[in-house]
């Protein structure tokens, strides 16, 4: 997974010059899809078949391969498309491998800040092969916090409206743009949290276990 990402991320860094060639939108007007996702998508489709040709991938812009392996493979080919697009730093390559509907492996590849996270169920979390370890700050009031929003109009509405509840009881918000990358951020402790609502496998997979390894409580808005 370290290996096939590090791949990915070096073609998309090469293709930064022409994001914004072919853009498509998905669920919204604000959901994009650039050329680039998809050769990457498969790109990564490509290896991991010849790697491991009896595993089921899913990934986010159409690869649902069924396995008989017992192992699944989710990808994000490029998560923080928006980023992307404008040559933001905050965008990365993710992937995850699901053992029995579990997930047990994750790397994220955030090639503008040379940052490769990777994780292993009860292995512990590594920044570029250093362990790290999530923050661990308990007040609040003391807490930076990561979020993000929907690309649907009324939930993201719905989202501004709680942030707007929360901002006075926090230390500050940041807002990167990339949920595998808030995840990471808060396994090495650049923010002490992250919420948000509507992500989909793809978005969290490797980097829920990444943060999960490095001390971090992972859960959803049921408990």
């Not at 010059?17 to 899809?33: E, F, I, L, P």
């Not at 990934?59 to 994000?76: L, N, Q």
């Not at 994220?108 to 512990?124: C, I, N, Q, S, Y």
């Not at 969290?204 to 049921?222: D, F, M, P, Q, Y």
Request: hydrophobic share 40%; net charge negative.
């Amino acid at each position: 997974a370290t290996s096939i990402a590090a791949e990915a991320a070096a073609l998309i860094v090469e293709g930064l010059s022409r994001a914004r060639t072919t853009v498509d939108t998905k669920t919204t007007g604000t959901d994009m899809v650039t050329e680039m996702d998809r050769a990457s998508e498969a790109l990564i489709l490509g290896l991991l078949t010849k790697a491991r040709p009896d595993d089921a991938i899913l990934g986010e812009e159409g690869t649902d391969r069924p396995g008989s392996s017992g192992v699944r493979w989710i990808v994000d080919p490029i998560d923080g498309t928006t980023n992307y697009l404008y040559g933001h730093a905050g965008f990365a390559v993710s992937i995850a491998a699901e053992i029995d509907g579990a997930v047990t492996a994750g790397v994220v590849h955030d090639p503008l800040h040379r940052d490769v996270f990777t994780a292993l169920r009860g292995g512990g979390s590594f920044r570029n092969g250093q362990p790290i370890q999530a923050s661990g700050e308990t007040e609040l009031s003391r807490a930076l916090i990561a979020t993000g929003f929907s690309y649907e109009p009324d939930r993201r509405r719905r989202q501004a409206a709680v942030l707007g509840r929360l901002i006075a009881n926090v230390r500050d918000i940041r807002r990167m743009g990339a949920a595998s990358v808030d995840l990471c951020s808060v396994a090495c402790g650049r923010v002490d949290a992250y919420y948000e609502r509507g992500l989909q496998p793809w978005d969290h997979a490797a980097g829920a276990l990444i943060a999960t390894e490095a001390g971090a409580i992972v859960g959803n808005l049921s408990g």
